[in-house]
């Protein structure tokens, strides 16, 4: 099978250029000006972009928080329709052992979930939620099979560790050359905030905010990068959301550690006035951290302008508003944490970010492909469009509008946290290694996604 895209502007961190890209079987085979033709499909991108298919290394297809509590709306097979029809073409899932179980065994629950359902390729973050010799000694296991980045706690009772045990850990994962992001709140003091706050019968959704107050993630990013630089690993932090934690970034990036920072669209894109919504709804913008002032959203954009931050992944972890996040009506530290968003990255962070001259499409590449790629062990393989390279590809047409709704949406939930905004740019076609996926937003071929064995981060050999 071979495929030729004719006349797209090819995208990567390096730049941008006319050009036609050749596809045979899964993966790119020739890229260059008029490259001939004879194929088995020429297919004529003229006027788009041709982009290498969005990663998205933060999701929680399909998380179960155990008896009486919610699990996800999606699932692998639901969640990552969504991400694939949109653009998104990998997936890097947390995996999250149940307590004294060992990673082997959350390796194969979760290729459980994914495997034969995942119409995206996926990999998986292993979470460590405890520490010991036996986890140890199966950090070297892990990477052997490809998973090479760990996921650790500085908040929720019940994943998250001390910080000797961080330490202990990093020693483990610096031999490996893996890459370790960590949830950074000091979880301490959320708990005696939370607690202060209900005993006061504050129980509304809006002091889900006022329980995680900004300093509480600056402190923990402080403690996680103290305990790096001692462990001289390099480190990623997921989800960072405010101004005061990109002090601290840039005070140890100045020290000369190496730090990688991740946000997500909606501490760009919403503020913490959704909490004051009426009849619960602020619910529906639950997750932690919370939303932040306008203030660190535009601090935030500031970063990304700068290039600050490293990539833009979603944090996809959504419950039903509808009964699921009703469980914390009376309780706001019951609402189950977190919201939609795999579908909708590329659309919002294109509108906002590049329609708007904040970013360019270079920089949009690298936030939402190449720098994750590369990241966690996946480039070439993944990230870049060049010879020897996995199709997986997206003709991004810059001038497709649309609005986005639950109405219309795939995500398997019943909102949408970003309900009517308008976009301005959108996949017209997706490839995953090779076969057009999806057109229009819409999925052509599910379940064809594969497992990526991942090799050590490009970040420890710089
Ligand atoms: O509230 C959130 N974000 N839930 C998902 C788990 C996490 O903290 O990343
Ligand atoms: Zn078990
Ligand atoms: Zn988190
Ligand atoms: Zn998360």
């Given at each position: ?5 004719k ?9 941008q250029r ?6 045979v ?5 020739a ?5 001939a ?6 297919v004529d991108?003229?006027?788009c ?13 399909e998380?179960n ?8 709306a999606?699932n692998?097979?639901t969640?990552?329709?969504a ?5 998104t ?15 082997q ?9 994914a495997?034969g359902k ?7 973050h292993?979470s ?6 036996q ?15 760990f996921k650790?706690?500085m ?19 610096k ?8 949830h ?23 002091y889900?905010?006022?329980t995680?107050?900004?300093?509480l ?8 990068l103290?305990?790096?630089?001692l ?16 002090a601290?970034?840039r ?15 909606q501490?760009?894109l919403l ?7 009426p ?11 919370p ?28 419950f039903?508003?509808?009964e699921?996040?009703?469980i ?15 579908e ?8 906002a ?5 904040k970013i ?14 590369r ?8 990230g870049?469009i060049?010879?020897?390279s996995?199709?997986?590809?997206v003709?991004?047409d ?7 709704s ?9 909102y ?9 740019g ?18 052509l071929?599910?379940?064809q ?14």
């Amino acid at each position: 099978m071979s495929i030729v895209i004719k006349g797209a502007t090819v995208v990567s961190t390096y730049g941008q250029r006319q050009m036609d890209v050749r596809i045979v079987d899964e993966k790119i085979a020739a890229v260059g000006v008029d490259i001939a033709t004879p194929a088995d499909t020429i297919v004529d991108a003229r006027g788009c972009y041709l982009l290498p298919g969005f990663i998205d290394a933060h999701t929680h297809m399909e998380l179960n928080n155990g008896p009486g509590t919610a699990s996800t709306a999606d699932n692998f097979t639901t969640g990552t329709i969504a991400a694939v029809a949109k653009g998104t073409t990998a997936v890097i899932d947390m995996a999250t052992p149940d307590r004294g179980h060992s990673l082997q065994e959350c390796l194969a629950t979760w290729n459980n979930l994914a495997a034969g359902k995942s119409s995206s390729d996926y990999s998986y973050h292993m979470s460590l939620i405890e520490w010991n010799s036996q986890l140890a000694a199966e950090i070297p296991k892990m990477a052997a099979q490809g998973i090479t980045s760990f996921k650790m706690y500085m908040a929720y009772d019940n994943l998250r560790t001390t910080d000797a045990e961080i330490y202990a850990a990093m020693c483990e994962i610096k031999k490996v050359h893996g890459m370790l992001g960590i949830h950074c709140e000091n979880g301490d003091l959320v708990n005696a905030l939370q607690a202060q706050y209900l005993a006061n019968g504050l129980t509304a959704p809006k002091y889900h905010a006022l329980t995680r107050p900004n300093q509480l993630e600056a402190e923990a990013i402080n403690r996680y990068l103290t305990i790096a630089a001692l462990a001289d690993l390099p480190v990623n932090i997921v989800h960072l959301s405010t101004r005061e934690s990109l002090a601290v970034v840039r005070a140890a990036r100045a020290r000369g550690q190496k730090v990688y920072v991740e946000t997500c669209p909606q501490y760009l894109l919403l503020d913490d006035h959704y909490y004051e919504l009426p009849n619960f709804e602020g619910a529906k913008y639950v997750c932690s951290p919370p939303l932040r002032s306008q203030q660190d959203e535009q601090a935030l954009w500031q970063a990304l302008e700068q290039g600050e931050i490293n990539t833009i992944s979603t944090d996809h972890c959504d419950f039903n508003f509808h009964e699921q996040k009703f469980i914390g009506k009376d309780d706001f530290t019951k609402i189950p944490g977190g919201m939609p968003g795999v579908e909708t990255r590329p659309e919002l962070i294109y509108t906002a970010g590049v329609t708007t001259g904040k970013i360019s499409v270079e920089q949009f590449v690298g936030l939402l492909s190449e720098n994750i790629a590369r990241q966690f062990g996946m480039y070439p393989q993944k990230g870049i469009i060049q010879v020897g390279s996995d199709a997986d590809l997206v003709i991004w047409d810059p001038q497709q509008t649309g609005v986005i709704s639950a109405q219309t949406q795939l995500q398997n939930v019943d909102y949408s946290a970003f309900e009517g905004f308008k976009t301005k740019g959108a996949a017209r076609a997706v490839y995953l290694r090779g076969q057009q996926v999806a057109a229009q937003g819409q999925l052509l071929v599910g379940q064809q996604g594969k497992f990526i064995a991942r090799h050590g981060s490009d970040y420890h050999l710089k």
